[in-house]
């Protein structure tokens, strides 16, 4: 398994990144995926989540309304489009997969928002 996340970056509060994550090694369109942040002192936390064929997407609750998570499987690519962004949402950001009964991650994407 194999995710590399890229389109991290530093951000005024109020603006947009979208964060891609490229994904091989593995049977792509059979497994749910999701994001995941992390911040300085803090624990690892689900930012959104997605069914195999995107039919179903969970958020959660601090960035409902703002980010969307969608997912290209002919391209084998997750996406998390971040809109309206807030100093708070600064972390390292991950792509994850639960496969063979393992989570896998990406190297992570800084994203820092400015105030």
């Known amino acids: 398994v194999q995710l590399v996340e890229s389109g991290g970056g530093l951000v005024q509060a109020g603006g947009s990144l979208r964060l891609s994550c490229a994904a091989s090694?593995?049977?792509?369109?059979?497994?749910?995926m999701s994001w995941y942040r992390q911040a300085p002192g803090k624990e690892r936390e689900l930012v959104a989540a997605?069914?195999?064929?995107?039919?179903?997407?969970n958020y959660a609750d601090s960035v409902k309304g703002r980010f969307t998570i969608s997912r290209d499987n002919a391209k084998n690519t997750v996406y998390l489009q971040m809109n309206s962004l807030k100093p708070e949402d600064t972390a390292v950001y991950y792509c994850?997969?639960?496969?063979?009964?393992?989570?896998?991650w990406g190297q992570g994407t800084q994203v820092t928002v400015s105030s």
């Open positions: 994850g997969a639960f496969v063979a009964l393992r989570w896998s």
């Open positions: 090694g593995f049977g792509f369109n059979s497994y749910a």
């Open positions: 997605i069914t195999s064929v995107g039919g179903s997407t």
